[in-house]
Structure formats: C-alpha cells, structure tokens
C-alpha cells in the first residue's frame, strides 16, 4: 500500500476522517473555524512537551523569531507566533510592548501570566523564492529547548539536491498527507482533530478572541510607544 | 472492512513499544492481545498503560484463549522466530515478522516454504519505506534527478540496545550461534550490523540492482565489554557500478538502562538514517530523521535530539491490513528480503577472511 500523494487540503481531510471512521458531512470539509492550527504541529507539541514534562525546568524567557514573504501579515505573524508562545509554555500573555517598521517587521516583548518574558521577532521581508526562518527558543533554569539546531541561524531541511540549475530542498514530516506543505499539513490535522472531538470550539474562539486583542495590543502599542496590559 | 484480529508475540524486541499507539489508534486493527516471555517484560508492557489488553506467558496459551487472532506481530529475540512462523502457519495466523527473520538460510528457507503452504502474509518490518523523507527521496530518483547514480553513501548509525534488550548481546540469540567475527578475534558475529538491515535494503530499491561484491572492517569495540561487534564499515559495488558506503554501526554511546527512557543517549542524537549520494545531475544530502527539536534539559542537561518523526508504524500497518484484507503481496516480503539477508552475511564473511565477498 504505497503512500497517497495529496493534492488538496480537502482531499486529504477526507481521507482522513475516512481512515479512521470519524462521521463526516460535506460541509464539514469547509469548516471555517479559527483552529489555531501551529497547534498540530509536532515540533510544537514536541517542545510544549518538553515543558510540561519538566524536561526543561522553570521557563524564563522566550526568544520566538518568524520571518516570510510579502504575502503574509504582519497580524498573522503576531497571531501565530502569540498564540505558540501560549501553547507552548501554558501561559497567557499578560502584557506587551512592540516596535514596528512601516507595517513590515519588527518585534514585540511580552510578559506571560507567571513572569516570564519573551521576545517575538517577525518580519515580512524576505525575498520571493525565500524559505522561511522561524525558531522557537525556550530557554530554562534547566535547559534550553529550540526548535533550531545548535549553532545555525536557519531551519534545516531533509533533502538537499544540489543540481546545476540550483538547489532544491524538501521537508516532509507527514507520511499519511504526504504532498502537502508545512502549512497545509497543520490546517488539515487541525480539521481533523476538531472534527473527532467536536466540544473544543468553545476553546478555540475564546483563545482567537484573545489572541485577536494581543495582536491589536501590539499594533497599538507600536503607534503609541506605551507598554500595554491585557 | 472488518477490523484485523491482532496480538503481539513475546514482547522483547527493541521496536515493541512503537506498535502500542498504532495497534491501539488504527481503527483497522482491533488488538486483542499480547504474549510477553517474562514477568519483569509483562510489567513493563503495563507501564505503558494499555490495561485492557489482556498480557499471557506464552504463545499457545494465548492463541488458545483467542482463537479470533488472525494476526500477529513477532516482537521476539531473532533465535525464536522460526518457532513462532511455525506455530503461526500451523494456526493460519498472518505475520508481521521483525526486519530479521533469521539470518539462517535454511532456516529462512524454511519460513519461506512455511508461509507459501499456509497461504499467510508475512510481511518484514523494514519501516523506512513508511518514512516521508525516504518516500520524498524515492520519488526523486523515479524522476532520475540526479541522472545516472555513481555512488550510493549512507548511515543507518544509532545507541546500542543489549542492556535494555538484553538478547541482541548474546550472539545466540541474535545471530543464531556463536561464531567468532574472525581468527584471533574475541568477539561474535550478532551487534551492530545484525540491528542495521534498511540501508543494506534501501540501496537495492533505490538503484534497482543487486549486489557485485561487498567488503566490510570492524574496529575495535567502543564499548569494550560486549561480545559483538559495534563498529563496522561496509563498502563495495553494484552490479551497475554504482559504488557504496554503508555504516551500520553502534557509534553513539548510551546510558545503560533496562527500559528506553528519557537520557537514554549520550550523543545528542541517537538515531541517524542519512544519505549521500552522487549522480551525473548532482548530489543529494538526505536525512531521514531530522530536523528536529532539541534540548540539554532533564534528566542529564545534556544536548539532546527530541526526534518529531514517528509515523513509519503507520503506514507499515496499514500495509500490512491491505495485503491481508485484499491479497496483496508486502512490499518487503521473504523472497525480497532474502538478498539483504545474504548481504548482511556477506558482511561477516568479508571480516572473516579480509576481503571482498562476490556474489
């Protein structure tokens, strides 16, 4: 039974749900819900688990960085990135202050509800073709927890193929939705994990409602030079 | 369609516990039991905290108590495997067998004949077919991205297992029988390369020939009090040239725990397929492990690799109900299997006399 080549988000739902019998309408396919969907991905269950299982002790500080294209928000970055610096460390974002430039990049600090404060670099200025640079940092009374190796400023790849027209990389890290990028592998998981366990919606639009207020703290905050509590 | 009856075997394999979420998560699969060949292996089995799977001392007592088992996983030392192959064709029972069988070919012969009479399935674990990365790099040599494939490097490089698998230490059990790795040498055939079968199988698959002759170099052990070899380096061609370097060794260091756990490595990463391979086109860099997360937290605050690749045992399963379910032949079944077996042995006779061993 080879691995499926998924071509779409919507294909890959389906088959999903389909494998492992959860009830499923078509409108279901659709579903438009704020998901948080970074939530599903495992390099961040992997470090929320580092934290909740005390493998790094006592966090203190947060160095959260998420550079891209044009064709991404800043507010979606911020979105993103707020909503993991809460998923990772079980905390809520209490305060913040930010220091944008023209709408493109930046960083914020923010305090969370036990102390700890973090930085949050994001930037949509890298040029057309570019991969993008993100890193997750944790760092700990013990340990530290990344989501980049030791001494490199960029995320790794799996493949390398070096050719005389250029070089192209691959990352794949879902053999049931294989085909689909990063991205589209975490709205797909976070479809198909709201759609088996149907009561988190509650959960889901109080935490995009939150986060939403972080987001316009921050661009507020840029405007007036303030720190802000939440 | 109708849920795979299955059960686990014995318990006492390295890659056990990585079916406990699959077998229980698959709604293809309904698992209903296990065997475990010891108390102390039975406890541990419960610490992973399926209860409801009922845990019996031995084979038959199992299979008789369920007579419903259409399957089964051989989660057993490699010296047991021919037993259980018998009991399970005797039972018409299908097999999801360890990546070793058994490096006896009559032995093997046996199995072979065994599961053609029954008309069983009886697939080999060779999970890094199920494996995104590998998947992604199969798909770029269909494609022939790197034109004509000259040589062929690769790692398949981990901790060792024989103090929380006790029986991959002893060559009896391993390898089948005692025999020194060469003259003069206190040390037996049944270590790392015994563990280490995928990339002796993944270069067939990917160049699509077989082997002209293999030669292969152990060094002295890194851990000087096991009887095995742990390091060894294998090289050697293609019958369509293409050149290889295969290192299956036991190169990463470990703790020496009874039950895999959190600090088990020394070296922060303890488990590395790579590839590296050269074509007319171009090279390819692979790493079928990685990236991933990293730490030097609990519980030694050493630098550690906190893998996010799991799901091999997916698609492996998934394989596996398909070929039951709808008569599929396993991609890795005995027949394919035998030549990587071979190979393995030829490793060993290569260190034996020194040089290349032809095919």
């Known amino acids: 039974m080879p691995i499926v080549m998924m071509k779409t988000e919507k294909e890959a739902l389906a088959w999903l749900l389909t494998k492992y019998e959860v009830p499923f309408s078509e409108q279901d396919l659709d579903l438009d819900m704020p998901l948080q969907p970074w939530r599903c991905a495992r390099k961040y269950t992997e470090l929320r688990n580092l934290v909740n299982k005390g493998t ?40 913040l202050h930010a220091a944008f430039t023209e709408g493109r990049s930046g960083s914020v600090i923010i305090r969370l509800d036990n102390g700890v404060v973090g930085s949050v670099e994001v930037g949509n200025q890298l040029p057309d073709g570019a991969d993008e640079v993100d890193r ?56 198909f994990a709201f759609l088996k366990d149907r009561g988190s919606a509650p959960e889901h639009l109080t935490q995009d409602a939150h986060i939403k207020a972080a987001v316009e703290a921050a661009l507020k905050s840029n405007e007036t030079h303030k720190k802000i509590v939440l | ?63 008789d108590a369920h007579p419903e088992i259409e399957a089964v996983v051989i989660a057993s030392a490699n010296s047991r495997h021919l037993e259980q192959v018998r009991n399970c064709a005797r039972r018409g029972i299908h097999i999801l067998s360890m990546k070793i069988p058994t490096f006896d070919l009559e032995e093997y012969d046996e199995m072979m004949k065994l599961v ?79 563990d280490h079968p995928h990339i002796f199988d993944m270069i067939r698959h990917l160049t699509g020939s077989d082997y002209e002759y293999i030669y292969a170099e152990v060094g002295p052990n890194i851990r000087p009090d096991i009887e095995e070899e742990d390091v ?36 922060p990463k303890r488990m590395e397929v790579n590839f590296n391979i050269s074509g007319s086109k171009g090279v390819m860099l692979v790493d079928s492990f990685g990236p991933n997360v990293y730490h030097n ?63």
């Open chain 2, 116 to 194: 053609s009479e029954a008309g069983i399935v009886c697939q080999i674990e060779l999970e890094m077919h199920y494996n995104p990365v590998v998947h992604r790099m199969k798909e770029l040599f269909a494609k022939e991205s790197l034109g004509r494939v000259s040589a062929f490097n690769a790692t398949n490089i981990t901790l060792s297992p024989v103090w929380a698998f006790p029986w991959q230490g002893v060559p009896e059990l391993s390898w089948g029988s005692r025999v020194p790795l060469r003259e003069g040498d206190g040390r037996f055939r049944g270590g790392a390369l015994c």
């Open chain 1, 136 to 191: 997750h940092e944790i760092i700990a009374r013990r340990g530290v927890a990344s989501d980049i190796v030791v001494d490199t400023q960029i995320p790794q790849q799996s493949v390398y193929l070096y050719k005389e027209e250029g070089t192209e990389t691959y990352k794949d890290t879902d053999s049931e939705l294989f085909g689909l990028s990063g991205e589209q592998i975490e709205r797909v998981r976070a479809k």
């Open chain 2, 232 to 267: 060894i380096l294998v090289n050697g061609k293609m019958k369509n040239g293409v050149s290889f370097l295969l290192d299956p060794s036991w190169s990463r260091l470990e703790e020496r725990l009874k039950v895999p756990a959190p600090g088990w490595e020394i070296f």
């Open chain 1, 56 to 95: 790094v002790e006592h966090p203190c500080l947060l160095r959260f960085c998420h550079l891209t294209g044009r064709n991404t928000s800043l507010e979606n970055l911020l979105y993103r990135e707020f909503d993991l610096a809460e998923f990772i460390t079980g905390h809520r974002i209490v305060a």
């Open chain 2, 1 to 63: 369609m109708k849920p795979v009856k299955i059960a686990i075997l014995s318990l006492t394999h390295g890659h056990t516990r990585k079916y406990f979420q699959t077998l229980h998560d698959n709604p293809a699969l309904d698992w209903v039991a296990v065997s475990a060949e010891t108390e102390e292996v039975k406890e541990v089995f419960y610490h992973y905290g399926y209860n409801e799977i009922p845990c019996y001392m031995s084979d038959d007592e199992m299979f």
């Open chain 2, 297 to 359: 937290g609990a519980p030694n605050d050493r630098y550690t690799v906190q893998y996010t690749y799991f799901d091999e045992w997916i698609g492996l399963i998934d394989e596996f109900v398909d070929c039951i379910r709808n008569h599929h032949t396993p991609l890795i079944n005995l027949g394919w299997h035998r030549r990587t077996i071979e190979a393995v042995n030829a490793c060993y006779e290569s260190v034996r006399t020194g040089q290349p061993v032809y095919f």
